[in-house]
């Protein structure tokens, strides 16, 4: 397992109130795709990612797949 930057990992926009993924992630097991938003009504399993915004994330790299697999933050 690895820590990534938030920032590293998503770009999000305070104005528009979107994140956009730099890489494919799946988080709490849901799979969500590079370049797709995430608005704040987006839940990855009851896990609100705006909560999380700025934190480090704890996750698993597959350099095959170029996905991450977020299972943390810290």
Request: glycine letters at 10%; hydrophobic letters at 40%.
């Given at each position: 397992?690895?820590?990534?930057?938030?920032d590293?990992?998503?770009?999000?926009?305070?104005?528009?109130?979107v994140i956009i993924p730099n890489f494919?992630?799946?988080?709490?097991?849901?799979?969500?795709n590079q370049g797709s938003?995430?608005?704040?009504?987006?839940s990855f399993?009851?896990?609100n990612l705006f909560n999380?915004?700025?934190r480090d994330i704890a996750?698993?790299?597959n350099p095959v797949t170029r996905t991450l697999t977020v299972q943390g933050f810290y």
């Amino acid at each position: 397992m690895g820590r990534y930057r938030f920032d590293n990992i998503f770009n999000y926009n305070a104005v528009t109130g979107v994140i956009i993924p730099n890489f494919n992630v799946i988080i709490n097991n849901v799979p969500f795709n590079q370049g797709s938003a995430i608005t704040r009504f987006t839940s990855f399993g009851g896990l609100n990612l705006f909560n999380y915004v700025g934190r480090d994330i704890a996750g698993t790299w597959n350099p095959v797949t170029r996905t991450l697999t977020v299972q943390g933050f810290y």
